[in-house]
């Protein structure tokens, strides 16, 4: 069978799909009525498996319940890096519009062909391609089933069809099923024929080393099959979970490690950066215009937030078997099969052709947490048993001691105001660590246990990645608003006491609660709304309609002050080239803080999959409310001490405000993600509340009473 566009040159096509151009590498059509989908972007429950589906079935006409989901491996999936960003919807998500536009086109000319009618009177219901006005006169997609057809290279010429009002209902989430019903579902709960279990004793802090152990006092409990000593990695196996729990215990007991102070002062992080070596960097500069504008007034503050833990409900797992020829099968729940590919090679010491890497769902992160670690902890610990799947379990402590941590930020601002109350000068200085240590990025594999090694790898400093590809520690901190100068200074930390990664939304996170606290510093001083002040610099039309929808829906102008009450507002594009998000936070100040409302109007252009888009909004904003009020990883001098929920507290269910979100849905527009717009501009919110209840501002998070209190006695 021929198609259209054989040899044409290609057109402009999406980033994943100019990266894996292969058609039959996404999709596959079956002549049982089935659609094979595949991506390089993973289930984190953010549902978008989903919102991926809901895009195959609209283009292609057919019933979502013919889509087969068939999850990342390396074994066939597109490479698409990471999922992360918020970029899976935007990305692979276009990536796979366009090439159902291509297959669908293929298909109605090998049905035109076939039916001997020209392309335009055919439609397509359901992967039923008909002629119009003659029913009978029929074929399908899966009676057309040739694997031959989708194997060749986008042409970027097909079109994606319009958006409609009466495109089919997307479908229910595919992922929750099962969560919901608490069938197995999770890495954690497969099991392989003769599966092992394994544990982990992590060394005891950042710096400690393994003196000596006992193996054979924990080789001799029952059910153990070996120890395996690394250097200073220390694992057991043991033929069941509770001889591995058990095992782990002794392991703990008989093994001595040498330990020292390389921790700062939990007490003074922000002093901290500013005293370490660092790569400085001007992340964007804007001139001034001639003649420069003059300010007449002057303000300066600074910011800062702590270390956060992923604090996954879930601790991390990892599952491996190696054959007697060399090859290892991993099975995690990370987010980037290839780039752990990549790193597990060099780690190893073998071709990355003799590993495969699937994904399998498991503890969320929304970022590198320790999902990459527990896999590789399998691997290395598989070794010693060829031939037998070993499933690796990390500990609460483990997940919340040795897990990446979202990095300790501290930002300096300082703005010049003219006569005409309008901000011309505005600066934006950064410390922090870099905020990405996840695989594939360096020279050397970046894994927790590859320091450990007898034949260690070099532990490396995290890094930033560029901004151009979403940035790291600079992470919106370019404004968006229309001043008529401005500077952005990035001091990148080249110590790291604690290992840092990326979490969710990376520095969005405390640059926008700066700039957005900053901006309500301004205005109140100035003597302007909140609102208005942000108006007044703002051109972009669709970050005027953010924040207009979102002072309407919280009747931000008619809100009436009562004492211990406050409402704050806050402000950004997500990464200046993702979603806009404007929020409103109201919050009650008691001996306690706690965030009663929150209304949240975002523009994620067109929206794909309505209730997956407001689930990661109200995920993200319950998110955001725990880190600004109650988390922080805690440690000494030594070690992280922060090893359990009592030490590290998480917004509880009782504590969740109402949320109320408005799309505004922009169906002619590209779609942007939604799982992490929402960090920033809600912290600000909550941070601007705080000061609107109490007439203090507080300017570290999280942000608690005792903080407050702290502020009124220095006021």
């Given at each position: ?102 297959a669908r086109e293929i298909y109605l000319h090998a049905a035109a062909q076939r039916l001997e009618v020209a392309v335009d009177d055919l439609q397509v219901r359901d992967g039923e391609i008909a002629v119009r006005g003659v029913p009978s006169l029929r074929t399908s997609y899966w009676e057309l089933a040739d694997p031959a057809l989708l194997d060749r290279e986008a042409s970027g010429r097909a079109r994606a069809k319009p958006p409609t009002q009466d495109a089919p209902e997307a479908p229910a989430r595919l992922d929750l099923p099962d969560k919901v019903l608490g069938r197995p579902a999770f ?159 060099l780690l190893l010491r073998i071709p990355a052709q003799a590993i495969t890497v699937s994904h399998v769902p498991g503890a969320g992160c929304y970022g590198h947490n320790g999902a990459d670690d527990a896999a590789v902890d399998a691997a290395l610990i598989a070794r010693a048993v060829p031939g037998r799947a070993v499933q690796v379990r990390w500990t609460r402590e483990d997940e919340l001691c040795c897990s990446p941590f979202g990095a300790v930020m501290a930002v300096d601002l300082r703005a010049g105001v003219d006569a005409q109350g309008r901000i011309v000068a505005w600066e934006h200085e ?286």
């Amino acid at each position: 069978m021929s198609a259209p566009h054989e040899g044409t040159p290609p057109g402009e096509l999406p980033t994943s799909l100019k990266a894996n151009p292969r058609l039959s590498q996404w999709l596959a059509i079956l002549r049982e009525g089935r659609v094979e989908v595949r991506s390089g972007k993973v289930e984190l429950g953010q549902g978008i498996t989903t919102a991926l589906a809901a895009i195959v079935a609209q283009e292609l006409d057919v019933a979502p319940g013919r889509i087969e989901m068939v999850r990342a491996s390396t074994a066939g999936a597109p490479n698409e890096g990471f999922t992360s960003g918020s970029l899976s919807v935007q990305d692979s998500g276009s990536a796979l519009r366009q090439v159902c536009a291509e297959a669908r086109e293929i298909y109605l000319h090998a049905a035109a062909q076939r039916l001997e009618v020209a392309v335009d009177d055919l439609q397509v219901r359901d992967g039923e391609i008909a002629v119009r006005g003659v029913p009978s006169l029929r074929t399908s997609y899966w009676e057309l089933a040739d694997p031959a057809l989708l194997d060749r290279e986008a042409s970027g010429r097909a079109r994606a069809k319009p958006p409609t009002q009466d495109a089919p209902e997307a479908p229910a989430r595919l992922d929750l099923p099962d969560k919901v019903l608490g069938r197995p579902a999770f890495l954690h709960d497969l099991v392989l024929p003769g599966m092992l279990y394994a544990r982990v004793a992590h060394p005891p802090s950042p710096a400690a080393s393994l003196l000596d152990v006992d193996l054979a006092a924990v080789e001799a409990l029952p059910g153990v099959v070996r120890v395996v000593r690394d250097g200073s990695f220390l694992g057991v196996i043991a033929q069941g979970d509770h001889e591995a729990d058990r095992a782990l215990r002794k392991l703990k007991a008989v093994a001595r490690w040498s330990e020292r102070e390389s921790l700062p002062d939990m007490d003074a992080l922000p002093a901290f950066l500013r005293s370490q070596p660092v790569e400085t960097s001007v992340v964007d500069e804007k001139k001034p215009a001639d003649p420069a504008p003059t300010p007449v007034r002057t303000f300066q503050a600074s910011y800062a937030r702590p270390y956060l833990a992923h604090a996954s409900i879930g601790p991390s797992c990892g599952l491996a078997r190696w054959d007697a020829n060399g090859n290892v099968e991993v099975w995690t729940h990370a987010q980037g099969v290839y780039p752990m590919q990549r790193d597990l090679a060099l780690l190893l010491r073998i071709p990355a052709q003799a590993i495969t890497v699937s994904h399998v769902p498991g503890a969320g992160c929304y970022g590198h947490n320790g999902a990459d670690d527990a896999a590789v902890d399998a691997a290395l610990i598989a070794r010693a048993v060829p031939g037998r799947a070993v499933q690796v379990r990390w500990t609460r402590e483990d997940e919340l001691c040795c897990s990446p941590f979202g990095a300790v930020m501290a930002v300096d601002l300082r703005a010049g105001v003219d006569a005409q109350g309008r901000i011309v000068a505005w600066e934006h200085e950064i410390w922090s660590n870099g905020h990405s240590m996840r695989p594939g990025r360096m020279p050397v594999p970046v894994f927790h246990a590859a320091p450990l090694l007898q034949q260690a790898f070099p532990p490396q400093v995290s890094i930033n990645v560029p901004v151009a590809t979403g940035a790291g520690a600079e992470r919106n901190s370019i404004p968006e608003y229309g001043f008529a100068t401005h500077r952005i200074v990035n001091h990148r930390l080249l110590t790291m006491p604690l290992r840092t990664s990326s979490l969710r939304s990376l520095g969005a996170h405390c640059n926008v609660f700066a700039a957005e606290c900053f901006l309500d510093e301004i205005a109140a001083e100035l003597g302007a709304d909140p609102l208005d002040f942000r108006l007044r610099h703002l051109q972009d039309p669709r970050s005027r309609a953010v924040l207009e929808q979102v002072a309407a829906m919280a009747h931000w102008r008619q809100r009436a002050k009562t004492e211990g009450e406050g409402w704050g507002l806050g402000f950004a594009r997500y990464k200046n080239n993702g979603a806009w998000c404007a929020a409103v936070a109201q919050v009650e100040v008691q001996q306690d803080i706690r965030v009663r409302r929150v209304w949240l109007a975002v523009d994620v252009g067109r929206v794909v999959h309505a209730d997956g888009v407001k689930n990661q909004l109200e995920g993200g904003a319950i998110q955001t409310v725990s880190w600004v009020l109650k988390e922080a990883v805690q440690f000494d001098r030594t070690r992280v001490t922060s090893d359990r929920w009592g030490a590290y507290p998480i917004l509880r269910f009782s504590e969740v405000p109402a949320v109320e979100i408005a799309l505004l849905d922009r169906p002619q527009e590209k779609s942007l993600g939604a799982g992490e717009p929402t960090h920033g501009p809600l912290a600000a919110a909550i941070g601007n509340a705080v000061f609107d209840a109490v007439g203090v501002r507080v300017r570290e998070m999280p942000l608690t009473w005792d903080r407050v209190q702290r502020a009124a006695l220095a006021a």
